[in-house]
């Protein structure tokens, strides 16, 4: 989804608003770094829209960025996105080792989905189904 020169960017521009203390923690996987609506994400949003758009074949409408920087041992519980997020794409912007990041997703009434993502890999999920990578 990403190439590996945005991805590298994506990577160092996460841990330089790291290292400056501009991100927040949230309830839902606490003492992690995330931040919420961050002008580049926001703008890395429009930019892979048309992809996605293609991906799942339907129009969309930019909702909201949000990242969260995981570390060894963080879980995110299995929960459910607010109705905005209709069509959620999962984007991995890197990690340390390099070894792929599993990740599992379940659409409501289809059984769960599991991926392991690479740094560029992305993974979208419908509130009606999973969509599989292209």
Sequence with gaps: MLDQALVAFFWSYAHTKFAS??????????????????AAFDGLLEYLRPR????CGLR????????????????????RDRPACEISVTLN????????????VQGEGE????AELKPGDALALSRA????PA
């Design 21 to 38: 203390r501009l991100l927040t923690t949230d309830w839902q996987v606490p003492k992690t770094p995330r931040d919420y609506g961050d």
């Design 52 to 55: 996605v758009e293609d991906h």
């Design 60 to 79: 969309l409408l930019p909702t909201y960025s949000y990242f969260r920087m995981y570390k060894r041992g963080d879980v995110l519980k299995r929960h």
């Design 93 to 104: 912007i890197g990690q340390q080792p390099l070894a792929p990041w599993p990740i599992y």
């Design 111 to 114: 059984p769960p989905y599991g």
């Design 129 to 132: 189904r999973a969509i599989p």
